[in-house]
């Protein structure tokens, strides 16, 4: 074979092996297949882009919906306050409902409505009958539902609104003196105030007073020297003082507590935060549209869910109408003040007067609008009178088991003894017997004292309250360790929660937000399955 054709051979099979190793066309197909999937890559995290873009839309308008609902309760709430001494504002229907309203200030365009949510069973807000289609019995608290807008969302609150109450404590006093209008001028001065009031003003507290909850007074306690009353259940209770310092000590006189068992957390220097009220006219107003209103001098006598009596307004027997009452139609009887009335009073020498209106039956008359009232019910009522509630018994809530005891009551039916000048405690001077007030007391310009105070020998009877005691002065109920009665006060706490009837209405109260709830989408137009 000659050299040429030997080289030529060689040279075919080096191509050929050479083109057999070659793998640029392997590269190529590599890189095309990496450029997809970098091409799909791109295009899943363009799409996920998109899609959060549109979620962080979503939820940035889902907030402002809620921000916009909640300037809707903070505007109505604003609007309460602005009127809180006339209730014929709310009461008006057209004024609790608002279409979209701009959010004052927003640049979000965000908007929001309200509407009131009916209670007791009603569909809408009534204009004959606003209190009874608007007011909840049991709670006292007035709901209305808020809706915001924003973008594509809404968000929906349904928000309670309820008076601040001193119903709050067991123990409201202004001052804790004695009534100015019977212990004399100076009387309305404060302990911590430069000398503080004439001693002739002092009421003490003693050992054997017991105060089982949270107790508040613009003004000191005053502890008798030595002695040990219980102020409190637990930590849990305030026994707040406005005295202007932060020494614990401060909230009882000369900063001394004697042997005071404070088992409640002392708050001195607080600013009072809840008013007492300055009169009970407003209640008037609503026993006139929801209840009954007498003139004169009326006597009750309670049996669960009916009281009998009457009403006298002279020694005639022609000045009495018998009373017959269906407490659950009315659960709220006013007595008014008639001609010749003149309410004074020298605690320690108060009299009973007495008509026997026909045989067998006895009652108390007068011009001055009086409610004496004993016995036992079983359902929400509030006796307010234009001069003085007097308890002749006691006066029980039928799920009182133990009436000298600390047990709390239970159910839905409270009490409420509203009085602008005294609540009392008949006290005939012939000993002093346990008397139990299972109910809420409010004396709005004076006090809440027993009668005759300062007779009835030994030994000291025991005053006990399940519910709350407001009043403008301290009331004296007995003399240190001679006469009257101890205390054993105890708070109903279910106050926290159900006001008697129509006390969520009295004069100069602030409405505060009592409760929210914020609503799903899917309940958002349903007032009842949204509700606070």
Request: aromatic share 8%; charged share 10%.
């Amino acid at each position: 074979m000659s050299v040429t054709t030997r080289f030529t051979c060689g040279a075919a099979r080096q191509r050929i092996r050479r083109r057999a190793g070659d793998q640029s066309g392997f590269t190529m197909i590599l890189a095309l297949g990496v450029m997809a999937i970098i091409s799909l890559l791109t295009a899943a995290l363009l799409l996920t882009v998109n899609s959060d873009v549109g979620f962080t839309k979503s939820d940035l308008d889902g907030k402002q919906a809620y921000a916009a609902a909640q300037a809707g309760v903070q505007a109505y709430l604003y609007n309460l306050n602005n009127n809180s001494t006339d209730s014929s504002w709310w009461e008006t229907c057209a004024n609790d409902t608002v279409s979209q309203t701009a959010v004052p200030d927003s640049t979000t365009g965000a908007t929001y409505s309200y509407a009131p949510v009916p209670a007791n069973g009603n569909t809408a807000c009534s204009t004959s009958n606003p209190v009874g289609s608007l007011i909840d019995n049991n709670t006292g608290t007035l709901r209305l539902k808020f809706t915001g807008y924003s973008g594509t969302q809404t968000r929906t609150v349904v928000a309670s609104f309820r008076t601040l109450s001193p119903l709050s404590f067991l123990w409201y006093t202004v001052y804790e003196t004695e009534d100015s209008s019977i212990g004399g001028s100076g009387c309305a001065t404060f302990y911590y105030q430069g000398s503080g009031p004439p001693s002739s003003c002092d009421i003490y507290w003693v050992t054997g007073d017991k105060m089982n909850g949270p107790m508040y007074t613009q003004d000191q306690f005053l502890v008798e020297s030595g002695d040990s009353p219980t102020f409190g259940r637990n930590s849990q209770d305030d026994i707040a003082s406005q005295a202007p310092t932060r020494s614990a000590g401060a909230i009882c006189a000369g900063n001394n507590c004697q042997n005071a068992s404070v088992l409640g957390t002392a708050e001195p220097d607080v600013t009072p935060q809840v008013p007492l009220p300055s009169d009970n006219s407003n209640l008037l107003s609503d026993a006139q549209n929801h209840g009954l209103v007498y003139s004169g001098t009326v006597t009750l006598k309670v049996t669960n869910s009916t009281a009998t009596g009457w009403d006298c307004t002279s020694s005639a027997t022609s000045s009495c109408t018998a009373l017959s009452i269906n407490l659950a139609n009315d659960p709220i009887i006013y007595a008014t003040n008639a001609s010749g009335c003149n309410s004074t009073y020298n605690p320690t020498s108060i009299s009973y007067p007495t008509i026997t209106p026909t045989s067998g039956q006895s009652a108390y008359y007068g011009p001055c609008g009086d409610i004496y009232i004993s016995g036992t019910y079983n359902t929400p009522l509030t006796v307010a009178a234009a001069d003085d509630v007097i308890v002749t018994g006691n006066l029980l809530n039928s799920t009182d088991s133990n009436p000298t005891g600390t047990a709390q009551l239970s159910g839905s039916a409270t009490l409420g003894l509203v009085a602008n000048q005294y609540v009392r405690v008949m006290h005939t001077c012939s000993g002093n017997p346990n008397v139990t007030i299972d109910g809420a007391i409010l004396t709005l310009q004076h006090s809440f004292f027993v009668d005759n105070y300062s007779c009835g020998g030994l030994p000291q009877g025991t005053l006990t309250v399940h519910g709350a005691i407001a009043q403008y002065f301290r009331g004296i109920v007995g003399t240190v360790g001679s006469s009257g009665y101890l205390k054993n006060y105890n708070y109903d706490d279910r106050l926290q929660l159900i006001l008697p009837p129509y006390l969520f209405d009295l004069q100069n109260t602030e409405w505060t937000v009592f409760r929210e709830t914020l609503c799903n989408s899917a309940s958002a137009s349903s007032a009842a399955s949204c509700s606070a």
